[in-house]
């Protein structure tokens, strides 16, 4: 019996080699707690590179469905009183109603579903199971450009727990993706210099990392004479998550003698804490402008940003969002969750406006950037938490074929699959693929 037997796989070298993603979180005891002010951040006079890009912009515990829905349908659509916000980029964005995931259980595991179209009760035996996510998709082929594949935002960092997440990518094997809620951590990495010592050091822990990861691959081929089909499939997606590592070890090698760009901190009010009643809008607004500065310097083409994870969330003036969400149809908590509906959409507006502003090639950055913004779950009109009619606004991407200003009103319970609009945007990111999840084809009426 080879000597693997005897010596199994640990939990250390697991977390070793997985090294990326385990660190501890920030407590607010570890800092001060720094008094946020308004932004004065303004976007760069300087011109971007043409490329395609995605960002999807998650807010959880439905909307007020009633005040959200537009009553017409068509390129002559009369705003909602929601939607009337973003009025000023009706040409830039389509609203989509009725839309929905067939396989979604609904309720608070939305967001662990809303870009993997997953039923997370499939697979025999286990209480939970997700699928990859499309952002991953579009991450594998852009992020051999760029030094980060993807980013995850969140107001809440690390992966969370299952069906209730704080993240909404998923790798080849539905495993969640670790995100990132601090501005501060997400703008030092992106954009401080590491020093001599600091690269050196990186290179030490690649090494070290990749030497464990043989040791895995050696050992796991020993494994496999021995192991029944079904242990053989579980190790199978092990080792293919062992070879996302190694990829993944290999290319941050190849990124440590190529400088970070040169980003300044002028206006961005790194200090906000997104569970602070007092600074939920200035942390909502510095994170779009990192991810602004992000798409302006081509260090990511993919972000994911779950504004709250489900079953919490604030709104601008640190109302509990999740509470509001089980109105009843109270008419008074309606109208406060409406409230949050239309500040959450006033950050979006802004940013796109940011985007606008930026000049590229012959457009600007917003004509090139796919802004998929919306709720894995509708709270309906009495407060139920349903995967069909969930609010969905697509924006952005006018230069890679969307077609906008209109609203596509389809029928709750007839609609095509949200997966559609999901393979929309990975074939105009350049991905070659005509499937996806349970994707029926790409979305008419969006290109």
Same mark, same amino acid.
């Given at each position: ?31 001060? =707690? ?96 997700? =699928? ?24 809440? =960092? ?204 012959? =457009? ?84």
């Amino acid at each position: 019996m080879p000597s693997f037997f005897h010596r199994p796989l640990s939990r250390r070298h697991v977390l070793r080699a997985a090294g990326a993603a385990l660190t501890l979180p920030l407590f607010e005891a570890m800092t001060l =707690s720094l008094s946020a002010a308004p932004s004065t951040f303004k976007p760069w006079d300087k011109s971007a590179a043409p490329h395609p890009r995605m960002i999807c912009c998650y807010i959880p515990n439905g909307v007020n469905i009633i005040e959200w829905v537009p009553a017409t349908s068509g390129d002559k659509y009369t705003f909602s009183p929601t939607l009337e916000v973003m009025k000023e980029h009706r040409s830039d964005f389509t609203v989509l109603s009725g839309m929905g995931h067939p396989n979604s259980q609904g309720g608070h595991s939305g967001a662990d579903t809303w870009l993997t179209a997953a039923n997370l009760k499939a697979k025999p035996g286990a209480d939970y199971s997700n =699928s990859i996510s499309a952002d991953q998709l579009a991450a594998e082929l852009h992020g051999k450009q760029t030094r980060f594949p993807s980013l995850q935002l969140s107001d809440m =960092s690390g992966t969370g727990g299952s069906g209730h997440s704080h993240t909404l990518s998923f790798d080849i094997n539905g495993s969640p993706l670790p995100a990132e809620n601090s501005p501060r951590r997400l703008f030092e990495r992106l954009f401080v210099p590491d020093s001599a010592g600091d690269r050196a050091a990186t290179l030490k822990r690649y090494a070290e990392r990749k030497s464990i990861l043989d040791d895995i691959a050696s050992e796991s081929k020993a494994l496999d004479k021995n192991l029944g089909a079904n242990d053989r499939r579980k190790l199978d997606e092990y080792l293919s998550s062992v070879r996302q590592t190694e990829k993944q070890v290999g290319r941050l090698q190849g990124w440590v003698d190529v400088p970070k760009p040169n980003v300044p901190e002028t206006g961005l009010q790194l200090g906000s804490q997104p569970g602070n009643g007092h600074d939920r809008p200035m942390w909502l607004d510095v994170m779009l402008e990192v991810a602004y500065l992000t798409f302006i310097t081509d260090a990511t083409r993919v972000i994911t940003f779950e504004w709250s994870r489900e079953a919490g969330g604030h709104g601008g003036g640190g109302e509990n969002h999740h509470e509001l969400s089980h109105h009843g149809g109270d008419a008074g908590m309606l109208s406060k969750l409406a409230t949050i509906d239309k500040f959450h959409l006033s950050r979006l507006a802004r940013f796109m406006g940011m985007l606008k502003s930026t000049a590229e090639a012959d =457009s600007n950055m917003l004509d090139r950037t796919m802004i998929l913004y919306g709720s894995g779950m509708n709270s309906g009109k009495g407060g139920e938490h349903s995967p069909k009619n969930i609010p969905t606004l697509m924006a952005g991407g006018s230069k890679l074929g969307f077609k906008h200003g209109r609203h596509l009103a389809f029928d709750a319970d007839k609609h095509p699959p949200l997966s559609n609009v999901l393979l929309t945007m990975l074939q105009k990111m350049g991905v070659e693929t005509s499937k996806f999840a349970d994707a029926t084809g790409t979305l008419t009426g969006l290109v």
